[in-house]
């Protein structure tokens, strides 16, 4: 059972569409950045994403049900070592199967220091007479789930940043 409301599922992915908004009352995420050119890359960048394996590459152990991102894999995510080791249990809400966008959404599950959603979608944009480019979005919209977390909820903003930045370098470094 996901810890926010079931009526907010998908919601990140329609508001990376232009479909919709972010729900108010949340802090939210949206960054992109440009990981690279052409048709490879595209290929290599989005089996990178729908394999968890930039979430590996951006330093966070990552155990998922299946081997690739579809509605209703379950994902435990750590980031840190030993009792120190902060677990981020989430489900995929929805996937992206598009010709020039492929990615995926999940959700928290109890367990997660955050209550939200968050959006990864590796995008092909045709540049005309040129070679295609390949960009990393990505949003979200969380809150606090714990007590802890809410007392260090400036932390946790900061650490979610570092998180983020870290996403769009492992698919920029690590797809090449």
């Known amino acids: 059972m996901l810890t926010y409301p079931d009526r907010l599922r998908g919601t990140s992915v329609s508001a990376l569409l232009g479909r919709t908004e972010l729900p108010q009352g949340y802090r939210h995420v949206r960054a992109s950045t440009l990981v690279g050119h052409g048709d490879e890359r595209f290929v290599r960048a989005f089996t990178m994403l729908l394999q968890f394996d930039m979430h590996r590459a951006a330093g966070l152990h990552v155990t998922a049900s299946r081997a690739t991102a579809a509605v209703g894999v379950r994902v435990r995510l750590r ?3 030993g009792p120190i080791a902060i677990a981020a249990p989430c489900e995929v809400v ?3 199967d598009r010709v020039d966008q492929r990615g995926f959404a999940y959700g928290t599950l109890p367990g997660h220091p955050e209550s ?3 959006a990864f ?3 092909r944009r045709v540049v005309p007479d040129s070679v295609p480019e390949v ?3 990505i949003v979200a919209f969380s809150e606090p789930a714990t007590w802890w977390s809410r007392l260090a909820s400036p932390l946790n903003h900061r650490m979610q940043d570092v998180i983020t930045r870290r996403y ?3 698919l920029r470094d690590f797809a090449q």
């Open 135 to 137: 960009w990393l979005h």
């Open 168 to 170: 769009h370098r492992a």
């Open 79 to 81: 980031l840190g070592v």
């Open 121 to 123: 979608l590796v995008e």
């Open 94 to 96: 929805a996937v992206i």
């Open 116 to 118: 939200g959603e968050e």
